[in-house]
């Protein structure tokens, strides 16, 4: 005997089961709205479960077995909860291989963030050490070169190198007081004055350097303007009669009013061969 799946056999706690002779009758019986199962009614559904086993054997016993097909709904199912558990463990797979790329991302910011900390404490040492360094340059700038000085003094320095009849030693002793005291009035003065030992010996060139640094700023002082008239020549000198003429004209600006008579004179002949309008 085949079980259709239009009136396959139903195995519930809530179904009362009756045995008639010869044959197996099964009675459904709607559920009641709330079966309380204690132990009576649990020993009924027990004694009525080994009924229908026994039924169920006597028939097998006959030739007369009951045959339970699944139901085409059912198989469909099954393979439906087969794939989605196949998809579920996918899913799993995926989430997994997912957790672990954000472990090592994770890790590899981690990383960074130490060497990105470890290179701004570099940065920041390196910075340090070159402000230290700019400062100290600065400040050796600023100041005179101790050990290079005869005296400590600008002001000895540079009459101890106007003292010397030598004109190499005299030469080497204005160079230092303008190494030494550069910026200083002794420094500026030192500066044109070997600049005149330059110009005397033909190297113009280092003479024009040398008056433009003893005339930086245009100062007062009483050489202030024959120099500028120094600068003027060894501009000339050099085939630059358009920065001479700029020299003249700070000259005619600045010192001439104080100027001699001889110095205006020199003014107006270095005027006329630089061709100055």
Known sequence: ????????????????????????????????????????????????VRR???????????????IVELDPEVVTLQGQVAQMDRRLGDIEQTV???????????????????????????LTAVEARLKTAEDARAAAAAAPVAGASPTGDAVADLAAARALTDPAASAAALEAVTNNWNGTPSGREASWRLGDIRRAANDHASAVQLYATALNGWPTAPWAGETTLKLARALVATDRDAQACGALAEFNRRYAAAASTALKGIATQVSGQANCT
């Open 1 to 48: 005997m085949t079980i259709k799946p239009s009136s396959r056999l139903i195995l519930l706690a809530t179904a009362g089961v009756c045995l008639l002779a010869g044959g197996v009758a099964v009675s459904q019986v709607a559920p009641l709205p709330a079966t309380q199962w204690d132990n009576r009614r649990l020993e009924q559904l027990d004694r009525n």
């Open 52 to 66: 229908l086993e026994r039924a169920l054997t006597q028939r097998n016993a006959v030739g007369q077995p009951v």
């Open 96 to 122: 997994r291989q997912v957790n672990g790329e954000l472990e090592r991302t994770t890790f590899q910011l981690d990383e960074s963030t130490r060497a990105n900390a470890a290179l701004r404490t570099q």
